[in-house]
């Protein structure tokens, strides 16, 4: 993921360059995010 375009943060700590990619679900209204040992999360977002 491009660190200079996007910050994402996870319980607090920045953990951008450790993921691959990340998608919204608007069904679920969570981001699904995939890290780059392979393991898939979903996470609700703050608004």
């Known amino acids: 993921m491009n660190t200079r375009k996007n910050m994402i943060l ?7 360059s ?3 990619f990340c ?7 969570r981001i ?3 890290f780059n040992n ?3 999360y979903s996470y609700a ?3």
């Open 10 to 16: 996870i319980k607090g700590n920045i953990k951008t």
């Open 18 to 20: 450790e993921i691959r």
């Open 23 to 29: 998608q919204w679900d608007a069904a679920g209204e």
């Open 32 to 34: 699904n995010i995939e």
């Open 38 to 40: 392979g393991k898939i």
């Open 45 to 47: 977002i703050f608004r």
